[in-house]
């Protein structure tokens, strides 16, 4: 802790050309109101931001995933959602494109790190966290799997929201149909007339 | 949504669930198409059904009424119309779905929609639509051929209920039951007979009746056998026509012989006034 309270007021810092008039107290509180700020910054509250980062990636990622998965498995969800009638958003396109167009960019053992990195938050503070959120901003910057990830928790929630149709079993459908058994009494008919003839 | 489900497994259940859904649009698509071919064959049937109504009430009225004998071909026709209805509704499923062998597996992604496709008869189908429809010609040409036969049977039988109607007339109508049945085959002649929405056995006992009722009334059904029943002269024949037709004659142009032989048949008695 800084104690200006004891310096007395003659302390004064300054160039040599201007008489050093600022009082050193001045400086040291200024310090100090600066030290107890960061002090203040928990992970709770000023991370949460990489918390909700977090989320999407703690549901699917895994260190097993390879990039040519990561590939694969979207571009089947991708074809799903066509079929399923999911309206396209502009994140899809942009994750399919980095998927198939720039693999490289994705960097799935650094965004690996990362990931176990900002998951211990926890109880950090103070300088540590400063650093940790200019390192959080530095690999959302850097690793497109963050964007991936993202892409595929929304499309898969997407997916999962449309309506499951079944496709009753054919045979079963057409002898639903009223033609059917229209068919049926027709030719009673007939054989009706028949045995009259 | 489950944290505890990785994401491969998550990506297969979703192509699951698209897969199910591209299988019901194909099953939608399928079903349209065998509704189609049902339509068709069904429509023909009605036809087929039409065709064979008439014929069983020309038939029934032909031989119950008039005694016709049917021609053979009834029996050709009838069974044509059996063979085209063989496809139980089994078989009909199956002969819908003919075209659909080739499908194959549903492909995610693959655009196949069926959309634009014209919705067309499986061969099996088209065979059947063209049994039925030559039963139906069939049933409609022997049809044709009872009715001509018919046709002649009403002319002949219109030809003896006018002579009897002329001899009524002359008559005076004495006979009113009579001049009734002859009313009643008349219309059964010219209104009933050939209507075929109507019903056979009805015809057939309405026309019995008449008939029965006619034989009953042998000395009235024509001047012929009139003049047969009473003994009359060919003169006295003459006179009753030309008074039927000209309403007077002069004692003159009267033999006795006629004179007598009118005062003896009551009909004539009756229906001849002499007037000064």
Avoid at chain 1, 123 to 135: A, C, E, K
Avoid at chain 2, 16 to 44: C, F, G, L, M, P
Avoid at chain 2, 208 to 225: G, I, K, P, R
Avoid at chain 2, 250 to 260: F, G, M, R, Y
Wanted: hydrophobic share 30%.
């Amino acid at each position: 802790m800084i104690d200006t309270d004891d310096l007395p007021d003659a302390y004064k810092i300054g160039s040599t050309r201007n008489q050093a008039n600022t009082k050193v107290s001045t400086l040291l509180s200024r310090i100090s109101d600066y030290a107890a700020e960061l002090q203040r910054l928990t992970a709770d509250e000023d991370a949460s931001h990489i918390q909700d980062a977090l989320k999407p990636v703690e549901r699917w990622y895994d260190r097993s995933h390879t990039v040519e998965d990561l590939r694969d498995w979207f571009e089947s969800l991708y074809s799903c959602a066509g079929t399923l009638d999911v309206t396209m958003r502009k994140s899809y396109e942009e994750a399919l494109n980095t998927l198939t167009e720039s693999p490289e960019e994705v960097k799935l053992t650094a965004f690996g790190d990362d990931v176990e990195a900002f998951q211990q938050l926890d109880g950090t503070t103070g300088p540590m966290l400063v650093s940790r959120l200019h390192d959080f901003a530095r690999s959302r910057h850097e690793q497109e799997a963050w964007k991936i990830y993202e892409a595929f928790d929304s499309l898969i929630s997407d997916l999962q929201e449309e309506e499951h149709s079944t496709g009753a079993d054919l045979e079963h459908r057409i002898k639903e149909l009223t033609e059917y058994s229209e068919y049926e009494q027709k030719r009673q008919d007939v054989m009706g007339i028949t045995e009259d003839l | 949504m489950s944290s505890t489900q990785s994401l491969p497994t998550v990506v297969e259940a979703l192509e699951d669930k698209a897969r199910k859904k591209k299988q019901a649009e194909n099953t939608q698509y399928h079903v349209s198409v065998a509704q189609h071919n049902i339509r068709e064959i069904n429509s023909e049937l009605d036809d087929l059904i039409t065709s064979l109504r008439d014929l069983r009430y020309y038939k029934t009225v032909f031989e119950e009424a008039f005694d016709g004998s049917s021609p053979m071909l009834v029996s050709s026709a009838t069974q044509s119309a059996e063979k085209a209805i063989e496809s139980t509704q089994e078989q009909l499923l199956e002969d819908v779905q003919s075209s659909l062998a080739d499908d194959g597996e549903t492909e995610l992604g693959s655009d196949n929609d069926h959309d634009n496709l014209k919705v067309e008869l499986t061969p099996k189908v088209s065979q059947q639509i063209s049994k039925i429809q030559s039963a139906t010609q069939m049933v409609d040409n022997v049809t044709e051929q009872i009715e001509g036969q018919l046709e002649s049977k009403q002319k002949a039988w219109s030809t003896k209920v006018s002579a009897a109607e002329e001899l009524q007339k002359i008559l005076g109508g004495q006979d009113g039951d009579f001049a009734t049945t002859l009313n009643h085959m008349h219309t059964l002649l010219t209104r009933k007979l050939m209507d075929s929405s109507g019903s056979a056995s009805n015809f057939v006992s309405q026309w019995t009746n008449a008939v029965s009722n006619w034989e009953q009334h042998q000395s009235l059904q024509s001047f012929d056998d009139f003049q047969e029943k009473h003994d009359l002269s060919d003169s006295t024949v003459e006179d009753v026509k030309t008074l039927s037709q000209s309403g007077e004659l002069t004692l003159a142009d009267v033999s006795l012989e006629t004179i007598k032989e009118m005062k003896r048949v009551d009909e004539l008695e009756s229906a001849i006034e002499l007037s000064l």
